[in-house]
C-alpha cells in the first residue's frame, strides 16, 4: 500500500474533547487509554487528510492556504456524526468550530518552528485530524469521551509515479447499504491493506489495488469500477475525454478529484461523470482507448499508473493495460497535478468552483 516518503512530524499534537470543548496542545506521542473502545473496536476512528502549503505573506510575515478546505470539514463533519449515537449529535462540531481548531493548532507557540522551517522550505504540508475515544472503556457501545485529535507532517511524496496496480474484484472494500464507503474511517482501510497484500501475490512490484463494486451477485464484468485501495480513479481515454466514477456511498467524495476536474475542464477536457463495468473497461483496455488510469487523492495529487493487471473470475490475470506515456491525454493529467499544486502557491489562477483560502500565521 502507498506510503509517505520523506516524512516530519510535527512535535506536538492538538487534543480537543467534544463533551466540554477543552483545547490542549500534547506532544505527537501523546496517549489514549490500551483500554478504549477506539482500540479494542475501532469505534470513534474517523479522520481526514488536509493538504496546505506555507508561504510569505504580503507583509513580510507567513500564510497557510488551503484549497476547498470547507469541502474537508464538510467530509469529516459526517465521519464524526457516523461514529456517534443520536443523542450525542449535538457534539459534532460545526464548520466553523472546525475551521478555528485547526487555526487554533497551526498558530500554536509550540508549532512556530515547524510552521516557519515550512516556510522557508515551501514543503508540502499534510493535516490529519482524527477521532479518538479518551475513555478507560470496554463495550461496544458508542464513545464516552470522543475527542478531536490533530497532528501535522511536511513530506517528499506519496505514492508517485511510476507505479503498478492490480484490479481485486473478490474483496468489496465497503457496502453501500452501510453508508460508510464515502467516509474517512478506519473501518475501510483493513480491507484497502488486505487488497493490496493481494494484489502483490499477482504482481509483486504492485503498489495498488483497483476495486470493484459490492454487486458480487452479477457476472464478474457487470459490475462497476469503484476506487482504488486509498485513493479515488480518473480514467483517461484515448478520444481525449476523462471518465469520472460518480459519488455514491461506495465512493469517497474526493476533495482532490473535484479540483483537478475543475482544471482538467478549463484546459479544454471533457470530463465524464459517468459508471464504468469491469467488462467495458476491459474491452477498451484492449482495444487501446484508454490512455492511463490515475489515482487521485489529497497526498499524493494525481499519479499515473504504469501497468495495471486485470483477473478473471478465477482471480487469474486476463488483460493488462500500458499506459500510453505519449498520448496528449497522459500530458494532461500530469499537468493538472502541477497545476493543482502550483495554486496553493498562488502560481497559477483558482479555476470557477474552487476556493483557495488563506490565513495568516
Known amino acids: 500500500m502507498a506510503g509517505f516518503e520523506g516524512i516530519k512530524w510535527a512535535g506536538s499534537q492538538a ?32 479522520f481526514e487528510g488536509i493538504r496546505y502549503f506555507i508561504g510569505p505573506a504580503e507583509d513580510g510575515s507567513l500564510h497557510i492556504q488551503f484549497l476547498n478546505l470547507h469541502k474537508n470539514l464538510q467530509r469529516f463533519r459526517r465521519s464524526i456524526s457516523f461514529n456517534l449515537g443520536t443523542a450525542q449529535q449535538a457534539m459534532v462540531p460545526t464548520e466553523e468550530e472546525l475551521e478555528g481548531l485547526i487555526l487554533h493548532y497551526l498558530r500554536s507557540p509550540e508549532l512556530a518552528d515547524f510552521i516557519r522551517e515550512m516556510g522557508e522550505t515551501g514543503g508540502q504540508g499534510y493535516l490529519r485530524p482524527f477521532t479518538v475515544d479518551e475513555s478507560q472503556s470496554i463495550g461496544v457501545t458508542f464513545p464516552e469521551r470522543p475527542s478531536i485529535r490533530m497532528v501535522t507532517c511536511t ?41 493490496v497484500d493481494e494484489a502483490k501475490s499477482i504482481l509483486p512490484e504492485a503498489s495498488s489495488a483497483l476495486f470493484l463494486d459490492d454487486r458480487l451477485d452479477l457476472p464478474l464484468r457487470d459490475r462497476r469500477i469503484t476506487e482504488w485501495d486509498s485513493s479515488c480513479c480518473l480514467i483517461a481515454m484515448a478520444d481525449g475525454t476523462v471518465v469520472k466514477i460518480p459519488e455514491s456511498p461506495l465512493i469517497l467524495p474526493s476533495v482532490t478529484i473535484q479540483g483537478i476536474c475543475a482544471i482538467l475542464r478549463e484546459d479544454g477536457v471533457t470530463v465524464e461523470e459517468r459508471d464504468m463495468t469491469y467488462g467495458e473497461f476491459m474491452a477498451r483496455a484492449e482495444a487501446g482507448e484508454i490512455a492511463a488510469i490515475a489515482s487521485i487523492g489529497t497526498a ?14 478465477n482471480n487469474a ?32 489562477p483558482v479555476p470557477a468552483g474552487m476556493t483557495l483560502q488563506s490565513y495568516l500565521i
Not at 499524493?300 to 473470475?313: K, P, T, W, Y
Request: glycine share 8%.
Open 15 to 46: 487534543r480537543y474533547t467534544l463533551h466540554d470543548k477543552a483545547f490542549a496542545m500534547v506532544p505527537t506521542a501523546d496517549k489514549v487509554p490500551a483500554v478504549s473502545r477506539s482500540i479494542h473496536y475501532g469505534i470513534c476512528l474517523a
Open 155 to 195: 513530506y517528499d511524496r506519496y505514492l508517485g509515479e511510476p507505479f503498478s496496480g492490480v484490479v481485486v474484484p473478490n474483496l468489496v472494500r465497503a457496502v453501500g447499504a452501510n453508508g460508510t464507503g464515502n467516509l474517512k474511517l478506519g473501518v475501510n482501510y483493513l480491507l484497502s491493506v488486505k487488497a
Open 300 to 313: 499524493g495529487i494525481l499519479n499515473r499508473a504504469q501497468r495495471l493487471i486485470m483477473v478473471d473470475e
Open 317 to 348: 490475470p486476463c488483460c493488462e493495460l500500458r499506459a500510453q506515456t505519449d498520448h496528449p491525454m497522459y500530458h494532461a493529467l500530469g499537468k493538472a497535478r502541477q497545476t493543482y499544486w502550483d495554486i496553493y502557491q498562488d502560481k497559477a
